[in-house]
């Protein structure tokens, strides 16, 4: 890929401390579904203080894309019940304005402290919905029986991994045969080649992928990363919004979606 703004803060970067049950998170993501497609975030379960991001920028979550009604036509959800967290990937490519969009939600208890989202649209790093739609309609992402669960630490360095090649072209990445990458609505990969068609290059220093933050899930050897992606942006070479989302199987990457939001049509490329 080529292929983030720098903005931290506390209520969304924070981990949540204690372990949650998972019916109550899949029950807030398919709120969270629900409360996009009807523009109305007061059906979530949010804390009075909730704080919302938007492409690395505090918004007030009633002006967000989170209170606008948008057509969704597939979604995909991960439910850490470690960290009290959940991700949702959103594709609307028949939505009257087409997105993509990935949010992370963040929990203390059964109430939802924070929300994050990266929203993808038209101009942002090859955005394509319809393709985007289309592609991860023909994956797999079956749950992974229990006995072959990765666990979290090997999910997490996969993705990790992947990110850090970029950089240091020593690093290897576990890339499964075959493994298949969405990049915006690029697709690389064969489903059924013997090739590893998710290969990176190496990108010219200085390049460090910061402010990662994750949602693990291990019955769907989920992972998503959301990250400040470098040099991509011209306007914003210290980083822009981005999020990698991966499975992996039996330690290896299966898929990867990336989406990365730009300054300027294009990141100005």
């Not at 942002?124 to 992974?144: G, H, M, R, Y």
Request: proline share 6%; glycine share 6%; charged share 20%.
């Amino acid at each position: 890929m080529f292929v983030p703004v720098l903005f931290v803060c506390a209520g969304v970067v924070a981990q949540a401390s204690a372990a949650c049950d998972r019916t109550m998170l899949q029950k807030a993501t398919v709120a969270y579904v629900q409360a996009q497609a009807a523009g109305q975030p007061d059906l979530l379960p949010l804390a009075k203080n909730v704080s919302y991001l938007e492409n690395d920028a505090p918004m007030d979550i009633k002006k967000g894309v989170l209170s606008q009604p948008v057509t969704i036509d597939f979604d995909r959800s991960l439910h850490d019940t470690t960290t009290c967290t959940a991700f949702t990937e959103l594709s609307a490519a028949t939505n009257k304005h087409p997105y993509v969009i990935n949010t992370r939600l963040l929990f203390t208890g059964d109430t939802i402290t924070a929300i994050e989202s990266v929203v993808a649209d038209d101009g942002d790093w090859v955005f394509n919905a319809t393709s985007q739609l289309a592609w991860t309609k023909t994956e797999k992402w079956d749950p992974i029986p229990e006995a072959k669960w990765d666990s979290r630490a090997t999910i997490k360095a996969a993705g990790d991994a992947y990110l850090d090649s970029w950089t240091n072209g020593s690093i290897k990445a576990p890339y499964g045969t075959p493994c298949a990458r969405l990049e915006g609505g690029i697709y690389t990969g064969e489903r059924n080649s013997s090739s590893n068609s998710c290969f990176m290059p190496v990108f010219p220093e200085p390049f460090t992928i910061r402010n990662r933050r994750y949602v693990i899930d291990e019955s769907l050897g989920g992972l998503a990363i959301f990250n400040d992606f470098p040099f991509i942006d011209l306007k914003k070479p210290n980083g822009t919004a981005s999020t990698n989302f991966f499975r992996v199987e039996g330690g290896l990457i299966r898929y990867i979606h990336e989406v990365t939001v730009c300054s300027t049509r294009g990141c100005g490329r």
